[in-house]
């Protein structure tokens, strides 16, 4: 791991990325146990890339924008979507921000904290983020758009047009791969032949590297990098983050196609306990603050779970608002 004193980072910085990385896991798995208890319809899990999502969010600054894909669940609760503000949107219920109760799970949005709103369409994500970036310039603001996506992404035409576009106009732009190494169930060896998805950046014309998606202080040094680029008019950068998935595609994911040895090496991996030990060994935390911690996030979760629950649905006749035009097709 990284040593974070290269970087403007300090204990209480590390400690405020460890607190969020572990709410962002805390109520992950309880959406998992409540998908299991039949409570929730589905889940995308983030378990194992909370390292890269925390990291890269808080290189970001107020007024930036983000474009995140559906695995990012860690990313937007920093961001300042609500762990309650999750969890109606998991059960369906009237009060969900994203949609109202009426879309899948994990299409996040929340306008005034600028998460903007997300397609089913897997990459579309990019062409928004490459939109924001380019009103960025035109207005000449400080801001920078950032979008994340899984490798599994990068191969669709999406993903070269906007970077293609993002490259050629030298836009305020990040692009974050969160590269977990499995396309549901494709390996990244039948996904792609490049070595490093990085290299594409050369034919786009902006940085590209390749990082420890499992060490937030090295994502949040690469972001910070890239953003600092992006408002200094030095353009566009394409970062992937080598990742850990440690759940299957989904909660309708049979993930019998990864080895039990696999596994095993992927939980030895996990960013968590790695991030946890490092505090540790660097005496920046000991076990009774990590105590509190993660009792106050599950208490976050906890009330949050209970709220939405008990919250309401939709009515009937509230089906085709922000569906169609004020008052039905009829």
Request: hydrophobic share 35%; charged share 25%; proline share 3%.
């Amino acid at each position: 791991m990284q040593d974070y004193k290269a970087t403007d980072l300090n204990p209480d910085d590390l400690k405020a990325m460890y607190q969020a990385m572990d709410l962002g896991r805390k109520l992950d798995e309880r959406m998992w146990l409540l998908n299991r208890a039949g409570k929730i319809p589905f889940v995308i899990s983030c378990q194992g890339q909370e390292a890269t999502q925390i990291g890269a969010a808080y290189a970001l600054k107020q007024g930036d924008i983000t474009s995140p894909y559906y695995r990012d669940l860690a990313l937007v609760t920093y961001l300042g979507m609500t762990p309650l503000e999750t969890m109606l949107s998991a059960f369906g219920k009237k009060d969900d921000i994203s949609s109202g109760g009426k879309q899948m799970p994990s299409h996040f949005s929340k306008k005034e904290v600028g998460i903007m709103s997300q397609g089913s369409t897997v990459a579309t994500q990019i062409l928004h983020a490459v939109g924001a970036a380019l009103t960025f310039k035109m207005d000449d603001k400080q801001q920078v758009a950032l979008t994340t996506l899984g490798e599994g992404s990068s191969n669709q035409g999406d993903f070269h047009e906007g970077l293609n576009f993002a490259g050629v106009h030298k836009l305020p732009f990040i692009c974050l791969i969160e590269n977990n190494k499995y396309a549901i169930s494709v390996p990244n060896s039948l996904q792609y032949g490049a070595e490093k998805l990085s290299d594409r950046a050369k034919g786009y014309g902006m940085h590209g590297e390749t990082i420890d998606g499992n060490d937030p202080i090295a994502v949040y040094a690469a972001i910070s990098k890239a953003r600092e680029r992006a408002i200094n008019g030095d353009g566009a950068s394409l970062i992937e983050a080598m990742c850990t998935r440690l759940t299957a595609h989904s909660s309708d994911d049979d993930d019998r196609y990864r080895s039990s040895e696999e596994k095993q090496v992927d939980l030895k991996n996990d960013c968590n306990v790695q991030f946890k030990n490092y505090l540790i060994n660097h005496q920046i935390a000991d076990q009774s603050w990590f105590d509190q911690i993660e009792n106050e996030n599950k208490d976050i979760v906890n009330k949050a779970t209970k709220s939405a629950e008990a919250a309401a649905y939709p009515e009937t006749s509230e089906t085709y608002n922000h569906v169609y035009e004020q008052g039905g097709p009829f």
